[in-house]
């Protein structure tokens, strides 16, 4: 049975590789952005560098500044490659991530870096815009352009989360299919309403890879996973807990090669470039839902996105396939964390712990390098520290040879200061130096020749198979390598020089010739049997270590986490009972207060008691007094209606009179005087007066009833 994963033990030695000349360096490729359009951009203003290219490999940065000593600062550098500010997306794929994909094609890792400073353009190389894809967009095209046309049966296979991948039987396949169709469904009715998202105007490559090893004859499948490592952990973008307030980070485990894998990572089969780009957008915008619900800033975490391709020889029938046929090679594409200072990024609180985070992740990844680079030159073996942060964990396998590395160091001259943009090319210019074994390359795809015998047996094999007994144990037969070996007949030498005792030997030697051949094999198969076991046993055995490590390391935090917490509780005791306390003093107060409060509202009643009375007393007063009045002006209305009457008499006198006098002054003169004696004597004055008025002389003014003004009192 061959062990066909394209893996390379880690614990065969670096070093033994690297000296067999098995080496090959880290490649390092310089971008330069371009100065933006806009001549008002504070960018251009601020610039205090230039570079300045010798080759396609040499560039020379210069401060604008002059240093104390009154020189204009320079320094000197080497890539694998410079790309210059005026080379398209489209060329630096082709020179970036084409070499990357014919590897992939070809059953072998690799892992492509982006470095530099917040703004110096990795995002823009990585995913670019729309109109004008970067790596990640543009690799999706080719593969799939590439190995388009040889995908093999949808959900065959299956993630088994633990980098791995599980066969599916018919029925599991059916499940699965009904299962993403029932999800298609729901996401529809979701979409329903919406606005479609415009991916249509995205320019596609279409550049396709032919190689010698992309075997028409092979089956492929593509699977994708996307994270990123934010503040030391690790979050699943296609994991749907990434929108929770406190989404739950995923643990790095050591898989039974002892390669480091993400544990219960969301694994998803994509069949086209775009189902691809899709997962990925909803990736980025889970991560953007993320920070603005966490307030935190995408930028300051590093992603990676990792396409795996999985392949088998068609010649292998469906039903007797198993993992061991399967050949997995992945691209892991990895977008850094802007790599300013602290000072730099003028940031503050909870944003001085990212930045420190992400500087200490970066810093680790720098140290990495630097031990690789310090015990190749000078033939030691200083413990390289990929424990300490989860990054460089991640990736450790593949500075033990697991696969290629590149890194594209990316930078903006015309923005950034110099320092950091030195910090910068140092760190690329180290990286480059470092050397890291090559990579093994997978054996090739082809299966073993079976005829329907061997398939007929090899599936009975299965059957009987124990699921958890060691397979390559039990092909072990310690039996058959110590059977009789047919002994050397020394009668047989008697009959030397007859021609029939010669050919009997002849035959007999020919015997033990093939046997001893026969043997020979066994001993080399079960040699190799022994071989894989202890190989397995050894993988087993570290793996077992390192979970234990871990295991020990996650239990000592537990145990830290718990002493934190017990000090936490013990505060938290001692405020409850401080706060009790102030309860209770409140509680008394309180009371104290409530009977105040009631003595209070008894003196209020009472003297609205008293109010109320003394406004029913002022009340009957004031009734009698109204009452003392309205008698009083009628007495006074009855005086006056006397007195009125009294006038009115008088004036009816008058008038009577008058009417008399009147008469009297239309009867004959002589008559009248001897009949009315009255007519001749003198007037008394009031006659006059009435006489006076009624011929319309006005009479003197007479004076008013002087009635004094009524006040009343209340
Ligand atoms: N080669 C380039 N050509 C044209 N524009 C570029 C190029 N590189 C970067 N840019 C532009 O520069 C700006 C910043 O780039 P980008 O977002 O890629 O920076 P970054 O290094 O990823 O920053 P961060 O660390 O914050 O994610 C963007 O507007 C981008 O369009």
């Keep these: 049975m061959a062990l066909r994963t394209p ?93 990357l994909l014919d590897d992939l094609i070809q059953g072998k890792n690799s892992v492509l870096f982006t470095y530099g400073i917040t703004g110096s353009g990795k995002t823009y190389t990585m995913m670019g815009p729309l109109s004008n894809p970067g790596l990640i967009p543009r690799s999706f095209d080719v593969l799939f352009n590439s190995i388009g046309s040889y995908l093999g049966k949808e959900y065959l296979l299956r993630s088994d989360r633990q980098n791995g991948y599980e066969i599916q039987t018919e029925a599991d396949i059916l499940l699965e299919r009904q299962r993403k169709e029932i999800q298609m469904a729901k996401n529809n009715n979701n979409q329903r309403g919406k606005m479609p998202e415009t991916t249509n105007t995205r320019i596609l490559d279409m550049t396709s890879i032919w190689n010698a090893q992309l075997n028409e004859n092979c089956s492929y499948f593509v699977f994708v996973t996307f994270v990123e490592i934010y503040n030391n952990y690790i979050y699943d973008l296609f994991d749907d807990d990434i929108l929770n307030k406190a989404p739950q980070s995923k ?45 935190t800033e995408s930028s300051r975490s590093h992603s990676v996105l990792s396409m795996r391709l999985v392949q088998y020889h068609n010649d292998i029938p469906m039903t007797s396939l198993t993992k061991d046929d399967l050949i ?279 003297s609205k008691a008293e109010r109320r009375k003394d406004k029913i007393d002022f009340e009957n007063k004031l009734k009698i007094k109204i009452n003392e009045l309205e008698q009083q002006y009628l007495n006074e209305l009855k005086t006056r209606e006397i007195q009125m009457r009294e006038l009115e008499r008088q004036h009816d006198d008058k008038l009577n009179i008058i009417r008399s006098m009147a008469a009297t002054a239309n009867t004959p003169t002589n008559e009248n005087v001897y009949q009315n004696p009255l007519s001749v004597r003198k007037r008394c004055p009031s006659e006059e007066r009435i006489l006076q008025e009624a011929s319309g002389q006005s009479p003197s003014p007479r004076q008013a009833p002087a009635v004094p003004p009524k006040r009343f009192r209340m």
């Design 251 to 295: 643990q790095l485990r050591d898989d039974n090669r002892g390669r480091p894998y993400i544990r219960d990572v969301k694994e998803i089969e994509v069949r086209s470039s775009e189902e691809a780009i899709g997962l990925l957008n909803m990736g980025l915008k889970r991560r953007r839902i993320a920070h603005t619900q966490l307030n």
């Design 328 to 606: 997995t090679s992945t691209i892991h594409l990895v977008d850094l964390a802007g790599s300013e200072r602290v000072n730099r990024a003028k940031t503050v609180g909870e944003r001085v712990k990212e930045a420190s985070n992400i500087n200490s992740s970066l810093m680790v990844l720098r140290q990495c390098f630097e031990i690789l680079r310090e015990n190749q030159a000078q033939c030691t073996s200083k413990m390289v520290p990929y424990r300490e942060s989860k990054l460089t964990s991640f990736f450790k396998s593949y500075f033990d040879g697991e696969g290629r590395i590149r890194m594209i160091l990316c930078v903006n001259p015309t923005a950034d200061g110099y320092e950091e943009i030195q910090h910068a090319l140092k760190f690329g210019e180290l990286t480059k130096d470092v050397m890291v074994p090559r990579a093994l390359p997978p054996p090739p795809p082809v299966p073993p020749k079976m005829n329907r015998g061997h398939v007929a047996l090899r599936e009975i094999d299965n059957q009987q198979q124990q699921p958890s007994a060691p397979v390559l144990f039990t092909e072990f037969n310690a039996q058959a390598l110590i059977a009789p070996f047919p002994s050397l007949e020394y009668s047989l030498l008697d009959g030397v020089g007859d021609d029939e005792a010669m050919l009997t030997l002849e035959q007999h030697l020919r015997r033990r010739i093939d046997e001893r051949h026969r043997l020979n094999i066994l001993i080399h198969e079960q040699h190799d049997y022994l071989h894989k076991f202890t190989f397995e046993l050894v993988s087993d055995y570290d793996s077992t270590i390192s979970d234990h490590d871990e295991l020990a390391k996650e239990n000592e935090q537990q145990s830290k986490a718990i002493r934190h917490l017990q000090t936490r509780i013990k505060l938290l005791e001692k405020s409850q009972n401080d706060f009790y306390k102030t309860t209770n003093q409140m509680e008394r107060e309180n009371k104290t207060l409530k009977s105040k409060i009631e003595d209070r509202n008894n003196e209020i009643k009472a």
């Design 7 to 99: 893996m390379k033990k880690t614990q065969i030695g670096s070093r033994d590789l690297l000296a067999n000349g098995g080496g090959c360096p880290v490649e390092v490729f310089c971008r330069l952005r371009p100065p933006k359009q806009n001549n008002n951009d504070e960018e251009t203003d601020n610039s205090s560098s230039s570079v300045r290219i010798s080759s396609s490999t040499e560039l020379t940065l210069y401060s604008s500044e002059n240093a104390k000593n009154g020189q204009i600062r320079e320094s000197h550098y080497e890539f694998s490659h410079i790309l210059t500010d005026d080379v398209s997306q489209s060329a630096a794929f082709k020179e970036l991530a084409i070499p």
